[in-house]
Every structure is written in structure tokens, then in C-alpha cells.
């Protein structure tokens, strides 16, 4: 299992930016494909952005493509989660997870493709 922790939430005015992080304690961190989640209150935990093991690939849920960027530091076990042209109805708790064995070296979307979770992080828009 990968132990992750997530960074950079807060609180943000509509049209805002912030950059999300999310550290992982594997060595084998560049193994795994890697994913952003969120959950606002009172909804399920839905998808955000995918990211491939070697960053070759990125995907996105339609709600967010054009404004938010899924990039990877695999040499600093680090993804990170840039959120431009922020609206309030992105506000939700956000996770960071990576992908549940056996590896497949695709671009998992699905909740149940992913096995390790981090605590999450809070980001508010404000309107």
C-alpha cells in the first residue's frame, strides 16, 4: 500500500487558482498510475483527472477539463493537481489516490481502480 498526503487546499475566490500536492512514501510511486478525486458534502466521491505512471497520459472528467492539470514528479514521489478558473461548484474535500494492484499501466478513472487513499484536503470557492 502507498501512504499519501495531500497539500495546497484553501480558501479561493471564483476565477482563483491553487496547486494541489500529493506525497507518496513508495519507492515504487512511479509504478503506479495515480488519480485525483473529490467529495462534496452530501455527494459521493466523484472523479477528477487521471494521471499514467510515466505521465504519457492524462484524463479528465468533463467538468474540469480545460481548467485543471494532472501532472507528476515521479523523481520526488510527488502528483500534483492544478486547479485554474476556480468555480464554487468545485468546492469538495479532494483526494489524492493511486492504483490499486495488479498494475495495468492504463488511465484508471473508476473508484474501485484505486487501492491507497490520502486524507484529503479542503478547497472552498468562494463566489
Same mark, same amino acid.
Do not use: H
Given at each position: 500500500?502507498?501512504?499519501?498526503?495531500?497539500?495546497? &487546499?484553501?480558501?479561493? %475566490? $471564483?476565477? @482563483?487558482?491553487? !496547486?494541489?500536492?500529493? #506525497?507518496?512514501?513508495?519507492?515504487?510511486?512511479?509504478?503506479?498510475?495515480? &488519480?485525483?478525486?473529490? %467529495? $462534496?458534502? @452530501?455527494?459521493? !466521491?466523484?472523479?477528477? #483527472?487521471?494521471?499514467?505512471?510515466?505521465?504519457?497520459?492524462?484524463?479528465?472528467?468533463?467538468?474540469?477539463?480545460?481548467?485543471?492539470?494532472?501532472?507528476?514528479?515521479? #523523481?520526488?514521489?510527488?502528483?500534483?493537481?492544478?486547479?485554474?478558473?476556480?468555480?464554487?461548484?468545485?468546492?469538495?474535500?479532494?483526494?489524492?489516490?493511486?492504483?490499486?494492484?495488479?498494475?495495468?499501466?492504463?488511465?484508471?478513472?473508476?473508484?474501485?481502480?484505486?487501492?491507497?487513499?490520502?486524507?484529503?484536503?479542503?478547497?472552498?470557492?468562494?463566489?
Amino acid at each position: 500500500q502507498v501512504q499519501l498526503v495531500e497539500s495546497g &487546499g484553501g480558501l479561493v %475566490q $471564483a476565477g @482563483g487558482s491553487l !496547486r494541489l500536492s500529493c #506525497a507518496a512514501s513508495r519507492r515504487t510511486f512511479s509504478n503506479y498510475a495515480m &488519480g485525483w478525486f473529490r %467529495q $462534496a458534502p @452530501g455527494k459521493e !466521491r466523484e472523479f477528477v #483527472a487521471s494521471i499514467t505512471w510515466s505521465a504519457g497520459g492524462t484524463y479528465y472528467a468533463d467538468s474540469v477539463k480545460g481548467r485543471f492539470t494532472i501532472s507528476r514528479d515521479n #523523481a520526488r514521489n510527488t502528483v500534483y493537481l492544478q486547479m485554474n478558473s476556480l468555480k464554487p461548484e468545485d468546492t469538495a474535500v479532494y483526494y489524492c489516490a493511486a492504483e490499486r494492484p495488479p498494475l495495468r499501466r492504463g488511465l484508471p478513472s473508476r473508484r474501485a481502480d484505486f487501492g491507497s487513499w490520502g486524507q484529503g484536503t479542503q478547497v472552498t470557492v468562494s463566489s
